[in-house]
C-alpha cells in the first residue's frame, strides 16, 4: 500500500535512564541502588531492544538483572517509573522532557552509539489518484521548521 521509494526516518529516538526521585542515574545503576529497573520488553519494543543493548554495554552485573520489570512498550515503562513502581527506567527522551519539571528528577540519555537507531519512519500511503496532502506533509516533515520541532520535543534528526 506504500508508495515505491517514498520511506523515509524523520526522526530517531532518544533513549534517557530516567531517575525522577533524583541522584545521578547512571551511579545508581551501576552500585545497584535501586529496586525496580523498569523498560520496555525487548522483544517486542524497540525501546526496549535499545535498552538492553545499553544496559549490555554497562555491564551492571547479575543482580540489576534480577530488578528489571519489563513493560509491553515504553509508555508503560514510563508509567512504572512515574507511578513509583520502579526507581529507574530506560524511557524515551521525549517522555521525560514532556514531564513537568518540578517531576522531572534526574536522567542520563545514552549515547546514539550504545544501541541500533530507534528509527521512526514515514510512508506515503497510495490513495486514489493525487497524494497533494500526503506530498506537502513530507515536504513539511523534511524541512527546516520540522526538524526543529522534532529536536525541541527530545528526537534526534539525521
Do not use: C
Not at 513509583?84 to 527522551?93: E, K, P, S, T
Request: glycine residues 12%; hydrophobic residues 45%; aromatic residues 8%.
Amino acid at each position: 500500500r506504500a508508495v515505491a521509494g517514498s520511506r523515509f526516518t524523520y526522526a530517531s529516538g532518544v533513549l534517557a535512564l530516567w531517575a525522577p526521585g533524583g541522584g545521578d542515574p547512571l551511579e545508581r545503576l551501576r552500585a545497584g541502588d535501586f529496586r525496580k529497573l523498569a523498560l520496555a520488553n525487548p522483544s517486542l519494543a524497540p525501546y526496549g531492544a535499545a535498552a538492553a543493548q545499553t544496559l549490555a554495554g554497562l555491564a551492571p552485573g547479575e543482580m540489576t538483572q534480577q530488578k528489571i520489570v519489563l513493560g509491553e512498550n515504553v509508555g508503560q515503562a514510563f508509567a512504572f517509573v512515574r507511578s513509583g513502581a520502579a526507581d529507574l527506567g530506560f524511557v524515551a527522551y521525549s517522555q521525560v522532557l514532556a514531564t513537568p519539571v518540578s517531576q522531572r528528577g534526574a536522567y542520563w540519555r545514552a549515547p546514539q552509539s550504545a544501541h541500533r537507531p530507534i528509527r521512526q519512519d514515514a510512508v506515503v500511503l497510495k490513495r486514489g489518484a493525487s497524494n497533494a496532502a500526503a506530498d506537502a506533509f513530507v515536504t513539511f516533515l523534511k524541512g527546516e521548521r520540522a526538524r526543529a520541532i522534532i529536536v525541541d520535543a527530545g528526537y534526534g534528526v539525521e
